[in-house]
Every structure is written in C-alpha cells, then in structure tokens.
C-alpha cells in the first residue's frame, strides 16, 4: 500500500511539473459575470407612475444590476516578465424594471443601459515563473460606448419608446484576479473590475423626444441645477484562461 502512494505521488508530481511551467507567451481570456452599478449609475423607481419623469436621466440613471461578457489578450513586455500589456472588450448590460398596478391596466416602466468598452493597459503578475496560481492586477484606459433604451408601457397600448443618443466616454479599468491552471493551455480565472466609464467627455444635452442624451456634465433643467455624474461600476466575472507558448 506505501508503495502504491508513493508511486501515486510521483504520477501528481509530474503531473505538476507539466503544468506549473513558465508563464506563458500570451493568455487569451474569455469571461462572463454579473455588474452592479454604483451611484450615480444606480437608482429606484418611484412608488407610482407618477414621480417617473419624462426620461431616464434626471436623477440617476436608474439602473439595478446587469450582466458583462468579455475577452481579454495578455502579452508580457518580455519573456518571463511579471508584467503583460493588456487588450480588452467588454460587453456591459444594465437594466430595472417596475411593474405597477393599476385598475385601468398595468404600467410598467423599463430602462437599459449598454455599455461596450475597449480597453488597452498593464497588468502585473504576482506569481513565480513556476505555480498553478497566478494572481494578478491591472490597469486599463478605456474607450466606452454608451447606448440604451427607456420604455414605459401603459396598459394594452402599444409601448412608447425613448432612445439614448450613442455616446463616446474616456475612461480607467482597474481589475484584479486569479488564474488556476487546469493544464499547459487552460486555466480557470476569477476576478473583479472597477469600471469608471466617463471620467473624460462629460457633456450635458438637453433632450429630444424620443431621443434622449447621456447628460452625465452638470447640467440646469427649468432653474434646477444637477450635478455631474460619475458612471461607476463593479463587476465580478469567471471564466477560461487560455496559454500560448509555454
């Protein structure tokens, strides 16, 4: 039996071996999760149709929780360096709805906001050159294109629909997480990102029906003066590592 676990652990250790080679070449991710908007991105419904406004863009932007998908390239500045230069592109969807009753016929109230983002940065690896676990952390500019829709639905009519003028924002990514490694050329990772979408560009609009802007600057509507917006979010994500040129 001692020799049969001695013979078991020297199978685990090559196997080991195999896999905790150098760091590789290039690592492509591929990831999904859930995002959850901060304010000023996140906000409530009133308790009746009637404390709604005409757009999605007077308060807060009304938003309650959404779902990312993504991928990510990671290429070390050179071999067997910790740090990677970074190339991403997200998908962000962020949405509420409110249904309210009503005895002439349900209202219901829908509003969405999708944000895709190209990033480009540095990320640094925390592991040795050889390990099945390698936590890392980055930093990314982004470029975040904005688009949406603000629906209300009044009974049996037909919905009417508002729609959010495509808008370009600058902005920074921090992200951070693990990789464990399955194998040469996959591994499993798990992380987090810190999403500030329009730190650069904010600008305020005033609306066109049906058409409505982003209006993240300071802005005044009929002598009352809001503030500007931070479009902020935090998004927890799982996915596959994939090793190149190890």
Do not use: C, W
Not at 11 to 34: D, N, W
């Amino acid at each position: 039996m001692i020799q049969k676990n001695y013979v078991f652990l020297i199978i685990i250790s090559i196997f080991l071996t195999q896999i905790t080679f150098a760091q590789p070449h290039g690592t492509v991710q591929l990831f999904g999760g859930y995002t959850f908007p901060l304010p000023d991105l996140k906000g409530e419904f009133g308790d009746s149709p009637g404390t709604l406004t005409l757009g999605p863009d007077s308060n807060t932007y009304f938003t309650k929780s959404g779902a990312v998908y993504g991928i990510e390239v990671m290429i070390p500045i050179k071999h067997h360096s910790p740090i990677n230069i970074v190339g991403s592109l997200l998908a962000n969807n962020i949405r509420q709805e409110r249904l309210y009753p009503d005895t002439a016929g349900n209202f219901k109230v829908e509003t969405s906001m999708s944000i895709t983002t190209f990033g480009l940065g540095v990320e640094y690896n925390f592991a040795g050159k050889k390990t099945i676990f390698y936590p890392y952390a980055g930093i990314l500019l982004t470029l975040n294109l904005f688009s949406g829709k603000f629906i209300t639905t009044a009974g049996l009519l037909d919905p009417t629909t508002l729609t959010l003028q495509t808008t370009v924002r600058g902005g920074i990514q921090i992200t951070g997480g693990l990789d464990y490694v399955l194998h040469n050329n996959i591994g499993i990772t798990l992380g987090l990102k810190y999403s500030y979408a329009n730190l650069i560009g904010k600008n305020a609009t005033p609306d066109v029906l049906p058409t409505y802007y982003l209006n993240d600057g300071e802005r005044t509507d009929q002598g009352v003066v809001y503030p500007a917006r931070n479009i902020t979010y935090l998004s927890i994500f799982g996915g596959f590592s994939f090793y190149f040129g190890r």
